[in-house]
């Protein structure tokens, strides 16, 4: 859901996120919407948002089409049943390019 949200939020969005480029700086440079449009879609799950690590980056330093990003999620994942099992880092990460 990240990379979905970073790819259409490139420096051509009027809401664009990332490092800017091509001249073009965007007010979220960091990624910070990015970061909580994963969050708000893993609410979804039903698992504690507030402990998964989101981090955003864009490798070639320019949130400009055609420019990469890519998002990654760790996640110390409890069963819902703790029997005693340790806890397990779920890790995911996605990758894209900006078309916008």
């Given amino acids: 859901e990240g990379v979905r949200y970073a790819i259409v939020h490139g420096t051509d969005s009027a809401n664009c996120s990332g490092p ?6 965007c007010s979220d440079s960091s ?3 990015v970061q909580a449009a994963v969050t708000q879609y893993a609410q979804y799950s039903f698992h504690s ?8 980056t864009y490798p070639d330093s320019s949130s400009a ?6 998002v990654q999620i760790n ?3 409890q069963p819902f049943f703790g029997l ?3 806890s397990v880092t779920v890790k995911a990460a996605a990758a894209g390019r ?3």
Avoid: H
């Fill in 20 to 25: 800017g480029g091509g001249g073009v700086s």
């Fill in 98 to 100: 900006i078309v916008f």
């Fill in 31 to 33: 990624g910070q919407n």
């Fill in 75 to 77: 996640y110390p994942y």
């Fill in 49 to 56: 948002a507030a402990a998964m690590n989101v981090t955003v």
């Fill in 84 to 86: 005693g099992w340790p």
């Fill in 65 to 70: 089409a055609p420019s990469r990003v890519e």
